[in-house]
Structures are given as C-alpha cells and as structure tokens.
C-alpha cells in the first residue's frame, strides 16, 4: 500500500466515523459541491433520501443552506427525513414523483438532481426537472440482484433529452479517485473531513463486527434497513 494515501484523523473522531468518512459522506460532498455545484436556495431532488449517502445530503442541504426535495419509497421513512432536516419528502408507495416535484417546488423550478435507484425512478427524476436540468446517476438499487441485461437500464424519455437538451451522466466513487486531479481530490477529502469534525455532517454509528464473522458482516451489508454499516475489526 502507498503511505502517501494514509490521512490524519482528527482528535476525537470516532473510529466509526473515520473508517465511513471516504465513502457516502465523501460522495455526498463530491456531488452536492463539485459536480453540481448546489448554490444556498436551489432545490436538489434525490433518490433514496434514507441512505448514508442521502442523509449526508440533507445535512449539507442544512448547512450550505441549499433545499433537498428527498424520494423514499416507504411512508414510515418520511417523518424520519423530515426529522433530520430534509426540506420536503415525496413518497414513491402512494405519491407521483412527477407530480410531487411540481406541486412542491413548482413548474420547471428544480434543475439538479442525484438518483443511487435507477429504473423508473430514475426515468421520473430526469423528466420532473426543468428544461437543462442535470441528473447524476451513482447507484442502481432497482438492479439489484438482476441478471437480465435489459433489465439494467433507465428508459429515459427522449425528448427531455433533445428538447429540453437535459443532461443525465454517471458518478462512480472509484473512478473519481483514479482520475480527479490530487489538488482537488486533497480538497475535497479535507472539507469532508472537517464538515465531519465539526458536527455538520454526522455519520451513523457503524456496527463493529470482527473480520472472523466476515459472511455475516457480507448479509448485514445486502439486508435492507439494517442499521448502521457493517465495519469490519482487524485484531491481533
């Protein structure tokens, strides 16, 4: 391994927190401030608001004082989102997502968006923004467990595409560390580091599980609503 890679962690950050901190938390910071660019009083719509990465999101919503319009898929999910600061939630089991957007946010009034679901979601997602709105996709939670190749798509709607010239495009953490300058890539990882430090960005507790019960840890991490990540304990 490169030693050049390893990074101080703060006095007083949990282990928790540290072992978490690269990945959702990192690419919640990455696609709310340098790919999207998400200015205080902008909406941002996204996708499967009750994960890591969503969570993160709102508390950035929070903080840089941007509005999060957040999708979940459960009605037991809202309250929770609404708890932790989200600005509006849309529920996919008894709500229009198309419809939601506009009678929230009004007509052509949200121009960003992220999606981890994929599928019809994430088809909705793009045709709910604004004319030259921008989706990102970095998950497909609806392909999950799928095999059939034509199973693993967004059937975006084509006009949204040349008439409204939106733009849908991909993020892949891995990619971003192979190829984002190192400049910015330090940057970025400080700000995340620091949001985390200062309690604006609270990560959730992780569930500690030694690295003998590695299959366990592997079911923890594919059940849905398992509660905090599975982290695994190196010990001698």
Not at 43 to 58: E, F, H, K, P, R
Not at 112 to 136: F, M, N, T, W
Not at 160 to 174: A, D, N, P, Q
Not at 207 to 225: D, G, H
Request: overall charge negative; aromatic content about 6%; proline content about 5%.
């Amino acid at each position: 391994a490169d030693a050049r890679r390893v990074l101080p962690v703060p006095d007083g950050m949990s282990n928790s927190t540290a072992a978490q901190i690269l990945s959702n938390p990192l690419t919640a910071v990455i696609l709310t401030g340098d790919e999207l660019d998400v200015r205080p009083g902008e909406w941002l719509l996204q996708t499967a608001a009750g994960s890591t990465v969503g969570q993160s999101v709102i508390q950035l919503g929070a903080h840089v004082g941007f509005k999060t319009l957040n999708v979940v898929r459960r009605r037991s999910a809202v309250e929770d989102i609404l708890r932790l600061g989200g600005t509006a939630v849309i529920c996919t089991e008894d709500e229009d997502l198309r419809e939601r957007v506009a009678d929230i946010a009004g007509h052509d009034a949200v121009s960003k968006a992220i999606d981890c679901v994929s599928g019809q979601v994430g088809a909705d997602v793009s045709r709910a923004l604004a004319p030259h709105g921008e989706l990102i996709v970095y998950g497909a939670l609806s392909t999950h467990r799928q095999t059939d190749a034509d199973k693993l798509t967004i059937p975006i709607f084509a006009r949204s595409l040349i008439y409204e010239t939106k733009t849908v495009r991909g993020f892949w953490l891995f990619r971003w560390f192979t190829e984002a300058p190192k400049e910015r890539m330090a940057a970025t990882i400080n700000r995340t580091v620091q949001l985390a430090d200062s309690g604006a960005l609270r990560v959730p507790e992780g569930q500690p599980i030694r690295v003998e019960k590695f299959s366990e840890a592997v079911y923890l991490a594919e059940a849905p609503a398992h509660g905090g990540k599975p982290l695994l304990i190196f010990e001698p």
